[in-house]
């Protein structure tokens, strides 16, 4: 987030000639890789619009509402945590009400995301601290912050990593970050917009900037459902994807995967192998199958 606007107001310093003549060279290798790296995610957001549609960001009703799903959806699925959420709040009318009840009651409520009795204990202190700071049990001031500020007042908390800041400054706000969850990474690093071995903070401070205003809802989402739909940890489906072009990973998979065999030779291949394991166990003898291919059971008389 910090240094968005770096490209332009460097470039804009040294025409002006308030920059140092000494660093304009340094400046310059620098700007160019920047605006390379911005074009290259707009090529790939512009892909992910053609594979799957645009998306568009809707403005919730509290953002102390999508903090506290991003909380339970730590280290479960999103369908737990939102039903987690959505059994806490039929029994909890307010934010006060679950403050002030007991801990096993909220927790009884989110059970179905694991872990819950820290996550009640971490979400009832959260509720506390928060009413301490600002007097009620709101957050909409982050609306109108920095978004370096915002997000290092979440990360101040107990609990609030990088990506659960991320995604409530993002979906609750519209500010623009962009949340770094271990799909959306795996994405990233193949078609090498971050390190190989970038982490999620590191990844959120490499890209947020790279995303023109607007736009970080859309990459997001787009990169979350691609990186479920095509492009998966094992066996990814690279012959059909349009970012096969931006995609190091995915171009060499192509270019070193087996040619495809004919079915007769798929199905033979098959046969042998299924006999070798039977063989190997001592269910059948490897001259225990005809060249017709049936399998006769060990001891039988022919």
């Given at each position: 987030?910090?240094?968005?606007?770096?490209?332009?107001?460097?470039?804009?310093?040294?025409?002006?000639?308030?920059?140092?003549p000494n660093i304009t060279l340094l400046l310059f290798p620098l700007m160019r890789r920047l605006m390379v790296k911005r074009a290259?995610?707009?090529?790939?957001?512009?892909?992910?619009?053609?594979?799957?549609?645009?998306?568009?960001?809707?403005?919730?009703?509290?953002?102390?509402?999508?903090?506290?799903?991003?909380?339970?959806?730590?280290?479960?699925?999103?369908?737990?945590?939102?039903?987690?959420?959505?059994?806490?709040?039929?029994?909890?009318?307010?934010?006060?009400?679950?403050?002030?009840?007991?801990?096993?009651?909220?927790?009884?409520?989110?059970?179905?995301?694991?872990?819950?009795?820290?996550?009640?204990?971490?979400?009832?202190?959260?509720?506390?601290?928060?009413?301490?700071?600002?007097?009620?049990?709101?957050?909409?001031?982050?609306?109108?912050?920095?978004?370096?500020?915002?997000?290092?007042?979440?990360?101040?908390?107990?609990?609030?990593?990088?990506?659960?800041?991320?995604?409530?400054?993002?979906?609750?706000?519209?500010?623009?970050?962009?949340?770094?969850?271990?799909?959306?990474?795996?994405?990233?690093?193949?078609?090498?917009?971050?390190?190989?071995?970038?982490?999620?903070?590191?990844?959120?401070?490499?890209?947020?900037?790279?995303?023109?205003?607007?736009?970080?809802?859309?990459?997001?989402?787009?990169?979350?459902?691609?990186?479920?739909?095509?492009?998966?940890?094992?066996?990814?489906?690279?012959?059909?994807?349009?970012?096969?072009?931006?995609?190091?990973?995915?171009?060499?998979?192509?270019?070193?995967?087996?040619?495809?065999?004919?079915?007769?030779?798929?199905?033979?291949?098959?046969?042998?192998?299924?006999?070798?394991?039977?063989?190997?166990?001592?269910?059948?003898?490897?001259?225990?199958?005809?060249?017709?291919?049936?399998?006769?059971?060990?001891?039988?008389?022919?």
């Open positions: 987030m910090i240094g968005s606007n770096f490209p332009r107001a460097a470039a804009d310093a040294v025409r002006s000639g308030a920059a140092d290259k995610v707009r090529r790939v957001l512009r892909r992910l619009e053609q594979m799957y549609g645009t998306r568009t960001w809707t403005r919730p009703a509290c953002g102390l509402d999508v903090l506290v799903e991003a909380l339970l959806a730590q280290n479960t699925n999103m369908a737990n945590a939102t039903s987690g959420y959505r059994q806490l709040r039929r029994r909890f009318r307010s934010w006060n009400a679950v403050m002030a009840a007991p801990v096993e009651d909220v927790q009884r409520q989110i059970a179905i995301c694991g872990l819950a009795r820290m996550r009640a204990r971490r979400l009832q202190d959260l509720l506390r601290i928060i009413r301490a700071q600002r007097g009620k049990l709101d957050i909409e001031f982050l609306r109108d912050e920095a978004p370096r500020a915002a997000y290092d007042w979440l990360t101040s908390f107990y609990g609030i990593g990088p990506k659960t800041a991320a995604f409530t400054l993002l979906f609750a706000f519209a500010l623009p970050v962009l949340p770094v969850d271990n799909g959306v990474l795996r994405v990233l690093r193949r078609t090498r917009l971050v390190r190989a071995k970038a982490r999620d903070a590191e990844a959120e401070h490499t890209m947020s900037p790279l995303i023109a205003p607007g736009r970080h809802y859309a990459m997001h989402v787009l990169l979350f459902t691609h990186a479920k739909q095509r492009c998966r940890p094992k066996n990814p489906k690279c012959d059909e994807c349009r970012l096969l072009e931006l995609c190091p990973h995915g171009k060499r998979r192509v270019r070193h995967a087996a040619p495809e065999q004919p079915e007769e030779v798929t199905t033979l291949r098959r046969r042998a192998a299924r006999l070798a394991t039977f063989a190997s166990a001592g269910i059948l003898r490897s001259s225990d199958a005809d060249g017709a291919g049936v399998l006769r059971p060990r001891g039988r008389a022919r």
